[in-house]
């Protein structure tokens, strides 16, 4: 008697479970909503910052008017850099366009301008990126790096152009521009198995393990996913 009312239990619970099962499957994202969580394509336009001006200044104290040329140079504009984090999935966290910092202009006191640090762009395991459809890097192994865009090297200053024939130069370069390109990331999906099997095999074999029911006999019918299941 305390068998069957355990059995009655155990049927009623597996058929809710099944129930719960067969509504979680039919509530289908749509295409719109996959295509923000899910992103396997993305063309990215990226431009490294550019460097800092060098100054053009002289050396003054009091009673030493001209004390020689002090201008520093301008620090070295930000890269962009690549970087593979396993805890991304998609691409859809990525940004469609990326700028980097310029660097610092510098100063009197031959004082440098500082450098700018990089910006990262994190994409997951398995990217790859690619430039007018040549591969420019493969990407597969966490923290992985890859500098898409280097930034523009600092200007000189004043001081940097003393010389003998010159000791009070008065030019100073500005700095330059970083590079600039527009690249492709394509996600490669890696299946984690693989099912080989004759014809109706495959269904027999997922059936159990799935709430989904064939809706024909016909065979490989597993290419059209949404029609026959």
């Not at 070295?76 to 990326?98: C, N, P, R």
């Not at 990217?127 to 523009?152: F, I, P, R």
Request: hydrophobic residues 30%; proline residues 5%; positive net charge.
């Amino acid at each position: 008697m305390l068998l069957e009312k355990h059995m009655k239990l155990l049927r009623l619970y597996g058929g809710l479970l099944i129930q719960r099962a067969h509504k979680h499957t039919a509530t289908r994202l749509s295409e719109k909503k996959l295509s923000r969580c899910f992103v396997d394509h993305r063309r990215v336009k990226v431009a490294a910052g550019s460097g800092g001006d060098g100054a053009s200044s002289f050396h003054s104290e009091p009673r030493k008017e001209w004390g020689g040329p002090d201008g520093g140079n301008g620090g070295a504009g930000g890269d962009i850099i690549i970087k593979v984090d396993q805890q991304e999935k998609s691409l859809s966290s990525v940004s469609t366009v990326y700028r980097g910092k310029d660097g610092e202009a510098g100063s009197s006191q031959n004082r440098f301008g500082r450098n700018a640090s990089p910006t990262y762009i994190a994409v997951p395991v398995g990217t790859l990126v690619k430039e007018e459809g040549s591969t420019l890097a493969d990407l597969a192994q966490h923290g992985q790096l890859y500098t898409v865009a280097y930034g523009g090297a600092g200007g000189k200053g004043n001081r940097f152009f003393l010389s003998n024939e010159n000791r009070a130069p008065l030019c100073a370069t500005p700095g330059e521009k970083g590079q600039e390109r527009v690249v492709q990331l394509e996600l490669r999906t890696m299946a984690h198995a693989a099912l080989v099997s004759a014809k109706p095999v495959s269904k027999i074999i997922l059936s159990p393990s799935s709430p989904s029911r064939p809706a024909c006999t016909c065979p490989f019918c597993g290419r059209y996913y949404e029609e026959c299941w």
